[in-house]
């Protein structure tokens, strides 16, 4: 397994824009996927995002298609969110998660190993 650690989070004006981190340590010479996901208060966790092991293939939820891209620096080990012209309802915790063997990405089933999560708030 590996370790994620995600940080950028804070505090952000609706349309403003924030960039989250995610900091992939340990077993980085295996084939690992990343997923983004984001957690609101009494709400179920909610997919966000997901990139291939080798940057390929990404793909998002449908209430932020157009306004997130998730990237991944190889070099690195560290895959990034960037949001853009967020809204009150993409306030919450941001969790990045790693798998090797992930089958259905908008699943947090299939990843191993998750961050602590970063707080997103967006005021209006």
């Known amino acids: 397994q590996v370790q994620v650690v995600e940080s950028g989070g804070g505090l952000v004006q609706v349309g403003g824009s924030l960039r989250l981190s995610c900091a992939v340590s340990g077993r980085t010479s295996s084939r690992y996927a990343m997923g983004w996901f984001r957690q609101a208060p009494g709400k179920e966790r909610e997919f966000v995002a997901y990139?291939?092991?080798?940057?390929?293939?990404?793909f998002y939820g449908d209430s932020v298609k157009g306004r997130f891209t998730i990237s991944r620096d190889g070099a690195e080990n560290t895959v990034y969110l960037q949001m853009n012209n967020l809204k009150p309802e993409d306030a919450g915790i941001y969790y990045c998660?790693?798998?090797?063997?992930?089958?259905?990405?908008?699943?947090?089933?299939?990843?191993?190993?998750w961050g602590q999560g970063t707080q997103v708030t967006v005021s209006s």
């Open positions: 998660a790693a798998g090797t063997r992930v089958t259905i990405p908008t699943s947090h089933r299939w990843y191993d190993s």
């Open positions: 990139i291939g092991w080798s940057g390929g293939n990404p």
